[in-house]
């Protein structure tokens, strides 16, 4: 079951916040995150683990709620290098492959 | 450098035939992943091999074939079984799977007319 990302996309100007969410209608046991730029490949972000474990860029924060199935992705203070799609990727039990979401479009504007 | 490479970076093929997408990896890593990218679908997961001559079907195998003879290397079969194959093909490494960083490489765009 594909996770739902929201919003689809979003401009902001630079030093705005954003957060983009990803919702799950299963149990999940990690959210991962992935950032892709135009014609490039996606790079990691970060994951966060049933339980709370987190690993990845410290300057990245993202929160995951067990109960609810939901992942957030939050970015301060954004810059221009902030820009591309991110990606949610879901993992229902451990050792499971990840199911994508349809990724949210970020445009950071000077 | 480590890394993996894809190649080629642009393919282009008449309907009815098969086309075979290399993907090679120097990282070590035990799992390789096949991903197909089209607009506003997100990546979706064609096939997965968690170790040497051993792969599983993702969400969309049908009308691809993988194989993993060895550890760095899972080549992708578009077969002409496939109805839309013209898309963004990502190959992706990673130590294992489940909660481990993938590592994706510049990918292979393929057209087919």
């Known amino acids: 079951q594909q996770p739902v990302q929201s919003p689809q996309a979003v401009i902001l100007r630079e030093g705005e916040d954003a957060v983009i969410n990803c919702s799950s209608s299963k149990a999940l046991y990690s959210v991962h995150w992935y950032r892709q730029k135009h014609g490039e490949a996606p790079v990691f972000l970060m994951i966060l683990l049933k339980g709370g474990e987190q690993k990845g860029h410290e300057k990245i924060s993202a929160s995951f709620n067990e109960k609810k199935q939901q992942s957030s992705l939050y970015l301060t203070a954004s810059q221009l290098s902030y820009s591309g799609t991110y990606f949610c990727?879901?993992?229902?039990?451990?050792?499971?492959?990840?199911?994508f979401g349809q990724g949210t479009e970020l445009s950071v504007k000077p | 450098d480590g890394g993996i490479t894809q190649s080629p970076k642009y393919l282009f093929r008449k309907e009815g035939q098969n086309v075979t997408l290399s993907c090679e990896q120097n990282?070590?890593?035990?799992?390789m992943y096949w991903y197909r990218q089209d607009p506003g679908q997100g990546l979706r997961l064609i096939y997965y091999?968690?170790?040497?001559?051993?792969?599983q079907k993702g969400d969309i195998a049908e009308g691809y074939s993988v194989s993993r003879e060895k550890k760095e290397s899972f080549p992708l079969t578009v077969t002409s079984a496939q109805k839309n194959p013209t898309a963004f093909y990502l190959c992706?490494?990673?130590?294992?799977?489940?909660?481990?960083?993938?590592?994706f490489g510049p990918g292979t765009r393929l057209t087919v007319t």
């Open positions: 990282l070590n890593h035990d799992a």
């Open positions: 992706a490494s990673s130590p294992g799977v489940g909660d481990y960083e993938q590592y």
């Open positions: 990727g879901t993992e229902e039990n451990q050792g499971g492959k990840l199911i």
């Open positions: 091999s968690q170790i040497v001559n051993d792969f």
